[in-house]
């Protein structure tokens, strides 16, 4: 199975800030890495697909990058609905999986 | 708007067999465009892909989970459904049913998530 590895595990910030999370996998995938959004109590939401395509209603300050084995997600200036865990993914091949998440926190 | 609404019991006794139902809206799970897939997240740990069938009725499975697993669909309800035997408290989780899409294989609707606990 592919690893995937996000960093950090969470992490404080202020609204306007730049924030950018990581997620470097156990083998290249090429491009095949996608983002989630995660709030309590609500079902996770697609940001990005294929590394750095936005999810139709996905605000531009969501950008993705990378490709082989690091990625990035980075929130151009993050907003007060931003606060949320993040997870990456990778469908370069089954079984898929995801990273252990990333928690954006209010500091 | 694609909803998923995952339903079935919330508690399941040790060895017996977890089954869930997801019932699809606004989209015919009789697509070529998508898989429908379950995942699940464990107390304390990630988000575990299950495994995935498509309206023709093929189904690919998680390995570390195959020897258990039966995921079926039904067209004409447009559901499909989760069946996972001898269940250990391992098996606690939130089940997530989700639409994926069938050429990049990124998850582009999930349900709510039902919680299902193993426990006598």
């Known amino acids: 199975d592919i690893q995937m590895t996000q960093s950090p595990s969470s992490l404080s910030a202020s609204v306007g800030d730049r924030v950018t999370i990581t997620c470097r996998t156990s083998?290249?995938?090429?491009?095949?890495l996608n983002w989630y959004q995660e709030k309590p109590g609500r079902a996770p939401k697609l940001l990005i697909y294929?590394?750095?395509t936005l999810q139709n209603g996905v605000p531009s300050r969501f950008s993705g990058g990378g490709s082989g084995t690091d990625f990035t997600l980075t929130i151009s200036s993050l907003q007060p609905e931003d606060f949320a865990t993040y997870y990456c993914?990778?469908?370069?091949?089954?079984?898929?999986?995801f990273g252990q998440g990333t928690k954006v926190e209010i500091k | 708007q694609v909803q998923l609404q995952e339903s079935g019991p919330g508690l399941v006794k040790p060895s017996q067999t977890l089954s869930l139902t997801c019932t699809v809206s606004g989209r015919s799970i009789s697509t070529d465009d998508n898989y429908w897939t379950w995942i699940r997240r464990r107390p304390g740990k990630g988000l575990e892909w299950i495994g995935y069938?498509?309206?023709?009725?093929?189904?690919y499975y998680n390995p570390s989970l195959e020897s258990r697993l039966t995921i079926s669909v039904d067209t004409s309800k447009n559901q499909f459904s989760l069946n996972l035997n001898s269940v250990t408290s391992a098996d606690t989780a939130v089940y997530f049913c989700?639409?994926?899409?069938?050429?990049?294989?990124?998850?582009?609707?999930w349900g709510q998530g039902t919680l299902v606990s193993v426990s006598s």
């Open positions: 993914q990778q469908s370069y091949t089954t079984p898929l999986t």
């Open positions: 069938i498509y309206f023709r009725g093929n189904t």
């Open positions: 294929g590394t750095s």
């Open positions: 989700v639409s994926q899409d069938s050429r990049g294989y990124f998850f582009d609707y």
């Open positions: 083998q290249t995938i090429t491009t095949y």
